[in-house]
């Protein structure tokens, strides 16, 4: 084996030069310690080699400054762990197959600018698992599948990894601020704070995700899906932009949230672009504006066969037809929307396809409990188009909006799913558990502190059922309510 791998290392001697081998001997009772730089390289030195580093683990043990990577291989920087490779004269994808733990750890100031595919801190992960990495202030330029940590990934699992103050741009398509392109892998606890731009299929976090699950993710930053000049001159608008997800399909996204800016053409939307035979639950877009075309959506641009739940959407929408403050397009069956809001204003050249909570719907889609702000969508119609059949969405003024009988008929769980707060989400309903602040500091029912109370909403949502509502009291009968009292009700629940 290292014979054949002899040519491949000699044509990147100059490149991997640096390269340092970590301590430790990669298994789970000894992983690699990654200390710095050069051992990243000596990473990417075997993953593009050819050894893929399958069930071996890696701990990251210190911070690691990625700033001369800028100067490296003639300012193309950083040479991402896996991607397209060229080994003993022929192309071949090459993956990272390993665990790596960043212990919460940072990657600062990370560099690639490469006229080619599969470009971040990692090109390929297939089948491997990273967690609990930062990267602050990467600069990611390529054509397609780019990411800060990744540019592609196939049945790998992502947890608690965090983007800061980064940009990613590419020429092509499939460009997200945390992963390009995901298929059959699980995203959890991440967030994203980045500038992305290119023409196609682009998201906060993830790009494209197929039979994926996306989950406790929020994404903030801005989206811009440019027009492409064709060889022949043609121009082609720029399309598939999402806050949180620019494509889904056949995947789940739950308790997500974006406050993104997407700006682009076609099928634009606040938290998913293009929803296709999906789940999306318990996640919301607010603060943002999203600006586009055809199939412009607060939340989803375009609704294909997908079941939104739970959700709602503040965000500023602007398009010329299919605009809605949820969802742009609500297509076929399948595609019902279910206790959701919107309230954010909506414009629309094309008024008689555009409505406070979905521009247009087919006769087959459903809309069931749903409520709107007609004062800031400015909207005459919840729902805009020709059909409006199986449509329950109530105009609400903004006082009403913000008032929980509102959503008694239409029997909203303000037990465990949803809460009002005259000092929450301007005092809007919002989703319990949902957001930011939860990730960062485990605020789970948005009071402003961690406390017996969050651990109480925990419980239920862990128990899933609404035949049970527990509640933390003095349960030891000491007098007050304590982590001792959270101790006995886990006990109750545990064994009942």
């Known amino acids: 084996m290292l014979a054949a791998l002899l040519p491949v290392l000699a044509a990147a001697q100059g490149y991997y030069d640096a390269s340092k081998k970590p301590d430790g001997d990669g298994t789970a009772r000894s992983p690699y310690q990654i200390a710095t730089l050069h051992n990243l390289l000596w990473i990417a030195q075997q993953v593009n080699g050819g050894i893929d580093l399958a069930d071996t683990y890696l701990v990251q043990t210190q911070d690691i400054d990625c700033s001369p990577t800028r100067q490296w291989d003639g300012g193309h920087g950083w040479a991402a762990i896996g991607g397209m490779q060229t080994v003993n004269g022929m192309v071949k994808k090459m993956a990272f197959r390993g665990h790596y733990d960043g212990q919460g750890h940072a990657i600062n100031q990370l560099y690639v600018n490469r006229p080619t595919d599969f470009q971040g801190l990692f090109g390929y992960v297939y089948g491997g698992s990273v967690r609990g990495l930062r990267l602050n202030g990467a600069h990611i330029e390529g054509t397609e599948n780019l990411g800060v940590l990744t540019g592609y990934a ?44 290119g023409y196609d299929y682009l998201g906060g976090i993830v790009s494209w995700c197929v039979e994926g699950t996306v989950s406790r993710c929020h994404a903030t930053g801005k989206i811009a899906s440019i027009t492409k000049t ?75 066969e997908t079941a939104v739940s739970d959700c709602f959407a503040r965000s500023t929408v602007e398009g010329e037809s299919s605009v809605g403050g949820l969802i742009g397009s609500l297509d076929y069956s399948g595609s019902d929307v279910a206790r959701c809001y919107a309230a954010g204003q909506v414009t629309a050249t094309n008024a008689a396809i555009a409505g406070g909570l979905v521009g247009n719907k087919s006769y087959t889609a459903t809309v069931k409990s749903c409520y709107y702000d007609k004062e800031i969508s400015q909207q005459a119609d919840g729902v805009g188009g020709f059909a409006h059949n199986d449509c329950q969405c109530e105009a609400k003024t903004t006082a009403q909006m913000k008032v929980q009988d509102t959503y008694a008929a239409a029997h909203w769980d303000f037990a465990r799913v949803w809460a009002i707060d005259v000092a929450v989400n301007e005092g809007y309903p919002h989703l319990v558990g949902v957001g930011p602040a939860v990730q960062r500091h485990g605020d789970i029912d948005g009071d402003g502190m961690v406390n017996v109370s969050d651990v109480t909403v925990l419980i239920n949502c862990v128990l899933g059922s609404a035949s049970y509502s527990l509640d933390v009291s003095d349960i030891d009968g000491d007098g007050t309510v304590n982590v001792s009292d959270v101790t006995a009700l886990i006990n109750l629940v545990l064994n009942p």
């Open 154 to 197: 196939f049945e790998e699992e992502v947890t608690d990894c965090h983007v800061a103050q980064s940009t990613v741009k590419g020429s092509g398509i499939y460009l997200g601020g945390l992963m390009g392109y995901q298929s059959y892998g699980t995203t959890r606890d991440c967030t994203v704070d980045a500038a992305i731009s």
């Open 230 to 304: 064709e060889t022949d001159g043609s121009q082609q608008v720029g399309r598939l932009a999402g806050g949180l997800v620019g494509y889904l399909s056949n995947a789940h996204v739950d308790s997500c949230s974006s406050s993104v800016e997407v700006v682009g053409g076609n099928q634009m939307g606040g938290l998913v672009g293009v929803a296709v035979k999906s789940v999306i639950a318990h996640s919301y877009a607010a603060g943002n504006r999203v600006k586009g075309i055809t199939y412009v959506g607060g939340l989803v641009g375009k609704n294909e």
